[in-house]
């Protein structure tokens, strides 16, 4: 059996190699970024939200990622075309259900998506994960108001009622499918004050899941990956502006030594 | 009485304690670098337009930012609704005229949603603020052709007439209300050289207005904190693209010793 | 006969006195990016995708860009209305064919304004001008699979049907137009690794037709412009992030000597 470190080595030697197509229907906020994100860890990112072009766009993608980030009908209506296009190439899909609880609209979206399609990563904040797992607490906005912990029971039932992988981001990640779970440890305190980073993470659970097929695997690549970068970002970075040019800095140089000497997994 | 700085940083203070949500209908060109600079001031960015969540969002919102630097019909819809939202719970609202008398949609829309509704604070440039007060002169795209001075009348116009704040950026920033007025000198000649740092001011009025009841006095805080990072910032920058990230970073580190040193208020 | 050099540095003073007015409908990835890009280099930009207002942000503008980044109907529904008022204006207009022959949709949007309206310059990267110009060969998402110089005789192709000028963008630039073609050599290997520089050298584009009614100069000259801020910035450039911040101070502070030194065409 391969270490963490191998397994994410393998993974990120994969996505550098074979630059995989991650499609994203993502918010307005984040296009950029993310994109950045992608290019710089060696995926190929497209951005759209034309439904006519939604199977062919996911015909050519190693992974369709879902930010609910922009809940506008005109960004909504591409994703039931999209992710249906995806469980029909066996194309792996990643959820981002931002600002779940924040308003009805943000709760039932992804709800209403997870009760009709099969994903293989959500990925969100504490407060996020709690309430798409029925917690009835509120968030107070796009940022969690809960902490890290709080989530990893409702994170479990969350992934086991829909059989994927699900990812709670914070100060700790945490990250659990079916009996397995680990605690991704690293980052900065810097880091939620750059906007998107959490739309980061889930944009590279996309380019590890293009070119690995256990979600589990993947999620925890893409933590890592984002706790290591960000640790290596904020070694350079005056403050949350600095930090976010790093981060693309970090992303594009990281290597075998910077994980063997970064990488805090906790089972 | 206050001191303006120990005004200034009884709000910075009362922000970064508390992070109030500042929900933005904003323009495309600015979503990612405005949502930075709130976070970065410690204030807990939103940006939507859609219809349906409006006025869930304003309820946990400590200020509403209208920005019309994209002016197309599914953003417009959002706004209506949201600024009645906000006038039913008392939540301020900001407006940020970008390209008023660039074209009639421009011009028509601020003036409509003021005749509609009660801002707290308007934030433009001279042509902007000019074009608002009926001055009949053009404007040449978003980019001011009219210098703050000369807008400094029709500024007061415009205050009496809403009956609310109104700040003129420029190389000097004019904030006037009623009777008061003033001027706040300070940041760089590089700042009109990196897009969207006065909607930056505008985000900034929100985060201010969310903890400041007075207009007058939340948009004078915005002002000063935007000259005073700006000249941070541009001692560290080699040009408009490296300001633009000190920037966030100057937002972030701003405390009293930089505002005693570097505030420039003129009244 | 101007050198390369001198005509290059007739048109960057000639934008920097006069800030032209670049109206772009463009997608929303780069709206931030693009805008800055156009600042830096001395431009005024506008973004809209307000067909209520096409027509008369047209008539303040020195130039029109349409990107078919994003396709989205309510993006595209502006394209036709502005191309055919700058038309009539005589204002010239840069397409750039953003992902053709990634999708039906992508590939026939561009064929279709192309059949419909006059262009200046069209430029895209190597997949996307073969697509355009009917090479029949796929394209994988928005990067090109095909080198640059593949594409010649596409490019010289899609050059004389439409009379207009076009370029092909890669690790060597190709600008053609009639008997004319050049090379441009130079830029940084790094500049594929941040989104939207492609986007940014069809913007700059625009600057450079705003002030030079020869399109191939026009291009030739943002192409320049291109490879040598990319040069420039690389040298400070740390990965992909500081490089995209670096470009911006280069592109604003490029001057003749940078020109003289670092200026590489083959004819």
């Keep these: 059996m391969l270490t963490d ?6 993974d990120l030697e994969a996505i550098r190699a074979k630059n995989p197509v991650v499609l994203s229907i993502t918010n307005y906020v984040v296009t950029n970024t993310t994109a950045n994100a992608l290019l710089a860890i060696g995926a190929s990112p497209i951005m759209s939200h034309a439904v006519e072009e939604m199977a062919e766009l996911v015909g050519i993608s190693g992974a369709l990622v879902i930010n609910l ?86 994170a479990g039932e969350l992934a086991r009622r829909h059989a994927c992988a699900v990812v709670v981001s914070g100060e700790a990640d945490l990250v659990c499918q ?23 993470a889930t944009a590279l659970c996309g380019a590890f899941a293009a070119v690995n097929p256990n979600p589990f695997e993947a999620a925890l690549g893409a933590c890592v990956v984002m706790k290591v970068a960000g640790e290596m970002a904020a070694e350079k970075a ?3 502006g600095t930090l976010q040019l790093h981060l693309y800095d970090a992303l594009y140089a990281l290597g075998e030594k910077d994980l063997r000497q970064r990488l805090r997994v906790e089972r």
Tied chains: 1, 2, 3.
Excluded at 5 to 10: A, F, K, S
Excluded at 75 to 86: F, G, I, N, R
Excluded at 178 to 192: D, K
């Design 5 to 10: 470190v191998d397994q994410i080595l393998r």
């Design 178 to 200: 079916g009996a397995a779970s680990a605690r991704v440890l690293g980052g900065s305190a810097l880091m939620p004050r750059v906007t998107g980073l959490g739309c980061t």
């Design 69 to 154: 980030g922009t809940v506008a009908q005109e960004y909504l209506a591409a994703m039931d075309p999209a992710w249906s296009a995806a469980e029909a190439a066996g194309v792996p899909v990643v959820l981002d259900p931002v600002g779940a609880g924040a308003s009805t609209l943000r709760t039932q979206t992804p709800l209403g998506l997870l009760a009709r399609h099969k994903a293989g990563i959500v990925r969100g904040n504490a407060s996020e994960i709690m309430t798409l797992a029925g917690s009835g607490g509120g968030a107070r906005g796009v940022d969690s108001t809960a902490r890290t912990d709080e989530a990893a029971g409702f």
């Design 238 to 240: 005056a403050g949350p």
